[in-house]
């Protein structure tokens, strides 16, 4: 059985500034993508493979071989009574989310960029916001990878447990994956809400917030003291949306309103406390019933780089707190929108949430804004609380520093060096990041 889900337009957000690929290769099956991993290997040449190109950094960037797996989509086969779903890697996630609803099944996250694809959102560990809620590789019970001799193994925590530590989030360095099996969720109601709370108050809710929200997530304007906090709870009551206004007020901050006062700020910045408490007026106090969790806006108009570091979450206040501190101290002005969310441990090798409680921070950058120095401190007040960056997200740490970070790390490097020790699958970018010398 293939589900096909609904057309996809091809899309690379940064793909055209990022990638000049000499070749590129769009197989319309499995045996496609093996042969063009063993032509590749066989001249010596490099392969890389591009989801839906909405990583923010360099990950897989090429000018050698670029395989993408547009053609290459649906579900395969469904266990509906465990509520498995063997999917092809290049279904975006929002094609995915609607063929799931058919068989009321919903994909185990929450806010996830309609336009990634299962391969890649997986490769990279994307995630929603939820104290329970683990990123999607840790939804993962099975994993197709094309390794670098061609051979499609179908990796499991019962047939191979190293390689399924490694595979279920590789960043693409230990081969195509060409396949997932995902254990979703049931769909089910919930009722979302947005409310506004003092910063110190929503620090001293979190415990309780934590216990009783499935969802929970809160924005935050550094200087202003205070936030919006969403929270999603199951419900039985019927879909509803929020109001006219709220929706209005919602999708012109996403997709103008933040930029525009991010830009207003730089040009002004003794007005960027003042835009910032507008950005808060602005943003609608809201409740709806959902029927399950919504793909984010595919594309924003005007669209923000995420910086993202999952920190542990005992850390959170400590680290919020010293930022805020820092700012002011360092009188850095701007625009500065943040959101702070939450994400389960997992025992995934190179996931940011592995083995502790995490909760994330991230920064909008917008684009047009050089914010370079409140980047900069953003990011070091991250490291000092041994934050580890999103896989997708630009930041400066590099293998020597993430090998700390990651108990697992060695292991991982081991275990790429035997899969492909002629770094097929490596680009620079890449080997900068493991620390890996290029055959
Ligand atoms: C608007 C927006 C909102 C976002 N919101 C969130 C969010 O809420 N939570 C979150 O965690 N992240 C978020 N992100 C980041 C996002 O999760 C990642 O960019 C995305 O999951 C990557 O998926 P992709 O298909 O675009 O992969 P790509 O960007 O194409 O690739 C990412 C990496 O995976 C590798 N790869 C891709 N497919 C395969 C494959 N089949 N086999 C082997 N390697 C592969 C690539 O080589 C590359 O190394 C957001 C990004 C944007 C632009």
């Known amino acids: 059985m293939v589900l096909r889900p609904a057309a996809f337009k091809p899309r690379f957000t940064r793909g055209a500034a990022l990638a000049d690929p000499a070749h590129i290769a769009r197989p319309v099956n499995v045996e496609d ?3 063009e991993v063993l032509r590749c290997a066989e001249d010596g040449e490099r392969l890389r493979v591009a989801g839906g190109g909405t990583a923010a950094n360099a990950l897989w960037r090429t000018d050698e ?25 290049g279904t975006r996630l929002g094609a995915l989310a609607e063929s799931l609803a058919v068989n009321n099944l919903a994909l185990p996250m929450d806010g996830w960029p309609a336009g990634a694809t299962i391969g890649g959102a997986v490769s990279v560990g994307a995630h929603g916001s939820g104290p329970t809620l683990c990123n999607l590789s840790a939804h993962v019970t099975a994993v197709g990878l094309i390794t670098a001799d061609g051979v499609l193994r ?3 925590a019962d047939n191979d447990p190293a390689l399924f530590g490694a595979a279920r989030l590789s960043l693409g360095a230990l081969g195509v994956v060409s396949h997932v099996e995902l254990e979703c969720d049931l769909a089910r109601p919930m009722r979302v809400r947005r409310f506004k709370s003092a910063l110190e108050d929503t620090l001293a809710r979190l415990p309780e917030l934590r216990t009783h929200a499935a969802q929970l997530s809160f924005e935050w304007f550094p200087g202003t003291g205070v936030t919006r906090i969403r929270t999603a709870m ?3 009551a019927s879909p509803r949306s929020e109001t006219n206004s709220a929706i209005g007020r919602e999708w012109l901050m996403r997709n103008a309103g933040h930029w525009m006062l991010a830009h207003a700020s730089d040009r002004a910045p003794r007005f960027a406390h003042r835009a910032q408490r507008l950005a808060l007026q602005l943003l609608p106090e809201s409740e709806r019933i959902e029927a399950a969790p919504a793909p984010a806006a595919q594309a924003l108009l005007r669209q923000a780089e995420l910086l993202e570091y999952q920190l542990a979450v005992d850390d959170l206040g400590d680290a919020l707190q010293q930022l805020e501190h820092l700012l002011k101290a360092l009188n850095l002005r701007g625009y500065l929108a943040l959101e702070v969310g939450f994400i389960a441990a997992d025992d995934i090798w190179l996931s940011p949430a592995f083995g502790r409680d995490s909760a994330f921070v991230r920064l909008k950058r917008f684009r047009g804004i050089e914010q370079d120095s409140i980047a900069k401190t953003f990011a070091d007040v991250m490291e000092r609380h041994d934050a580890r960056p999103h896989w997708g997200s630009p930041h400066g740490q590099d293998a020597s520093a993430l090998a700390g970070l990651y108990p697992r790390w060695q ?5 790429r060096a035997r899969l492909d020790p002629r770094g097929v699958f490596l680009n620079d970018y890449l080997s900068r990041l493991l620390g890996v010398r290029q055959p």
Do not use: C, K, M, P
């Open 33 to 35: 993508i093996q042969s």
């Open 65 to 89: 071989n670029l395989l993408t797996l547009d053609h290459f989509v649906g579900i395969e086969s469904a266990d509906l009574e465990r509520g498995r779903v063997w999917v092809r890697a």
């Open 154 to 156: 179908r990796v499991t």
């Open 234 to 236: 199951a419900t039985e």
């Open 411 to 415: 292991d991982f490097i081991d275990l």
